[in-house]
């Protein structure tokens, strides 16, 4: 049994997890298979005895989205292929999945924010980053440089690059930058 500290970061651990193998088109579970490879480095989380190995990067030029508002909201996610071409699950809250693309011009400007150098110093590690408010809209981006969450509450900084990259997203797919 997980002490009540910790079942607020499993959900998201596991929607990160689903995010990554629909990303890199693997399951979790197929590590072994020629052709087959997990983004890294990865977090382990303790499950019942054993370990499960949840991806916390995806390729280069992909970046996932992932947002709830508040603890108890559903999840949305949405993936970002280096071709332009999204998929975002439950973006409207009603369970539908959309589909499209980012016009070029957009998917350009994302695989630039994307490879900027600057990125690996935004990240959840590198900033030790903590969620503060309650019920706010958290977003993460998970890109190859790493995890990047932030809250829109009051009084947080949004870090550059990955603030332009959430703006980007969420001006140009169902995805909302506010909740």
Not at 122 to 142: F, G, K, N, P
Not at 146 to 171: F, H, K, M, N, Y
């Amino acid at each position: 049994m997980l002490p009540r500290a910790h079942p607020r970061l499993l959900l998201p651990l596991l929607a990160v997890a689903l995010v990554g193998a629909l990303t890199t088109g693997c399951s979790l579970f197929d590590r072994d298979k020629p052709g087959t490879t997990l983004a890294q480095p990865s977090a382990p989380v303790a499950g019942g005895g054993s370990q499960l190995e949840i991806p916390t990067t995806v390729a280069a030029g992909q970046v996932s989205l992932l947002q709830r508002l508040g603890e108890d909201g559903p999840m949305r996610t949405l993936s970002v292929e280096r071709n332009g071409a999204w998929q975002c699950l439950d973006c409207a809250g009603d369970g539908v999945t959309s589909r499209g693309t980012l016009a070029p011009e957009l998917t350009e400007r994302l695989q630039v924010l994307l490879a900027n150098p600057k990125l690996a110093a935004e990240t959840d590690q590198a900033r030790r980053y903590r969620t503060t408010c309650i019920d706010a809209l958290t977003s993460s981006l998970l890109t190859s440089a790493g995890l990047i969450t932030s809250q829109d509450c009051p009084g947080e900084e949004r870090t550059p690059v990955a603030g332009e990259i959430l703006l980007l997203l969420t001006q140009a797919t169902p995805a909302e930058v506010k909740g």
